[in-house]
């Protein structure tokens, strides 16, 4: 039961939504645009697929997921007292996004608010929501990663412009009761300033320009440690993990990483796969779509970790909704 405006112990979420647009963009299209092929891109990143937005903006489709999460937990949008978007695409900066999303919802006088740590935002977001809930300021979020990377994506370039989908992917998150244990695991966050240049996304209309093989170093010698700290502090073991949800970048990072850490019993998202790096949105989106097919029981414990430009990190063990 929840204590309206009062703290609580801890947080949990209680139901995830994606969505993503219906035009695919394939590996055969990009090479009809770029010097590329698919065995370069599905070897070098594993991506064969991605979406692209016509006529949705981001605050579109943060709508659109946030609608379907709040559908999945059986709530509405008087439900809801806090609305965070993270995003680093969005054209439209004010209104900010929240409130569009929380004004196509009809979700009436939350705290809304955007939040931009890059390809890690959906980490920081929740962090922010669990404490805000546990605080007593906020009583129940919408958590919402929400991208169109294909507004700043320079498909002159065939370094970057092969990566990037549209997508977004939205939690529910609200205080657990006084008996049940906490669902949202303590937060790992933190940055690496010096190292902003190696992925920017600069002036009025500016493209997203990358410096891969150096930020792909830095995930070789960082993210083991970072993301074994996080298990730390949650209190469990990487082979207890039963889902591994990292940001969806190149399954040349995930897979090696999940088998490094000892993360055996867990299912590997392989979204990117399927959808491209959609930075913000790619670990709720991923979450949502291991759910809804049924591949994570409920309950168990599931790794979330982003990390991108910045460099930013963030990440958490949270119980499966
Ligand atoms: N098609 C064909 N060839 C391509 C290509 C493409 N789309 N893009 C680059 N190449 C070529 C390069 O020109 C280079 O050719 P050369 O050896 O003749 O100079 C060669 O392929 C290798 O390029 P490189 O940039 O070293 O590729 P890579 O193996 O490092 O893969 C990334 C590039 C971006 C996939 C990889 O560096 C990466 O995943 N980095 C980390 C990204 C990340 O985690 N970002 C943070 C969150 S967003």
């Known amino acids: 039961m929840i204590t309206p405006g009062g703290p609580a112990r801890g947080t949990k979420i209680v139901a995830m939504g994606h969505y993503q ?3 695919v963009l394939t590996n055969e299209d990009l090479t009809r645009i770029v010097d590329t092929t698919d065995e370069w891109i599905t070897s070098r990143v594993g991506i064969k697929e991605r979406r692209v937005a016509e006529n949705e903006t981001v605050a579109d ?3 659109a997921a946030a609608g379907k999460a709040l ?3 059986g709530l509405t949008p008087y439900d809801i007292d806090q609305v965070i978007v993270a995003t680093c695409s969005s054209i439209d900066r004010c ?6 999303v929380a004004n196509n919802l009809g979700i009436t006088a939350p705290a809304a608010f955007d939040l931009n740590t890059g390809c890690s935002g959906f980490e920081y977001a929740l962090a922010t929501a669990d404490h805000a809930i546990r605080a007593g300021a906020a009583r129940r979020a919408l958590v919402i990663g929400a991208e169109k990377l294909t507004d700043v994506t320079d498909y002159t370039d065939r370094t970057s412009c ?4 549209d997508a977004a992917g939205a939690a529910v998150v609200e205080a657990v009761a006084d008996d049940e244990e906490p669902g949202v695991g303590p937060v790992l966050w933190g940055s690496d300033p010096s190292k902003g240049s190696v992925l920017t996304i600069e002036g009025r209309r500016g493209y997203i320009k990358q410096d891969g093989p150096t930020v792909f170093r830095w995930t070789q010698t960082e993210l083991p440690k970072l993301i074994a700290e996080t298990c730390r502090r949650a209190g469990v073991e990487p082979s207890e993990l039963g889902g591994f949800v990292a940001h969806q970048a190149n399954l040349r990072i995930i897979e090696p990483l999940a088998k490094k850490l000892g993360a055996t019993n867990a299912v590997v998202a392989r979204d990117i796969v399927e959808s491209g790096n959609t930075s913000a949105a790619s670990v709720p989106l991923a979450l949502s779509k291991l759910i809804e097919r049924g591949e994570l029981t409920s309950g168990v414990p599931v790794l979330l970790f982003g990390f991108g430009g910045g460099l930013t990190y963030a990440g958490q063990v949270v119980r499966c909704p």
């Open 21 to 23: 647009p219906a035009k």
């Open 61 to 63: 489709m943060a709508t």
């Open 71 to 73: 559908a999945n937990a």
């Open 95 to 100: 209104p900010n996004v929240a409130c569009r």
């Open 162 to 165: 092969i990566l990037f989908g």
